[in-house]
Nanobody, 123 residues
Framework: QVQLVESGGGLVQPGGSLRLSCAAS????????VAWFRQAPGKEREGIIC????????SYTESVKGRFTISRDNAKNTVFLQMNSLKPEDTAVYTC????????????????WGQGTQVTVSS
């Protein structure tokens, strides 16, 4: 069974940092692209950043460039999202998703998704 489980969310003050984890099971992560999405209250879901199986990472959201980075630990079958300099507008449910090999900015293009983890940035 293909499964993705996110963790690491929580409450953080503006300017703080969090590292989210996406733990994969049921497939070999190094053959798949994994992306992070987020959805804030009252807003559409947006793609943030993706790690492909062979071509590195791609950023889809301009507002997170220079602040968010994606990385892999294939030995642990886990993808991470490092979030720095967090802002209140980063508050959202963050979800990871996977598809074979190649990144896409479209949530519907992915084959499996996690349940999400809440990130709240507030004083």
């Amino acid at each position: 069974q293909v499964q993705l489980v996110e963790s690491g969310g929580g409450l953080v003050q503006p300017g703080g940092s969090l590292r989210l984890s996406c733990a994969a099971s049921g497939f070999t992560l190094d053959q798949y692209a994994v992306a992070w999405f987020r959805q804030a209250p009252g807003k559409e879901r947006e793609g943030i950043i993706c790690s492909s199986s062979s071509a590195g990472s791609r950023s889809y959201t301009e507002s997170v460039k220079g602040r968010f980075t994606i990385s892999r630990d294939n030995a642990k079958n886990t993808v991470f999202l490092q979030m720095n300099s967090l802002k209140p507008e980063d508050t959202a449910v963050y979800t990871c998703a996977m598809r074979y090999f190649t990144c896409s900015s479209g949530y519907e293009d992915y084959d499996s998704w996690g349940q999400g983890t809440q990130v709240t940035v507030s004083s």
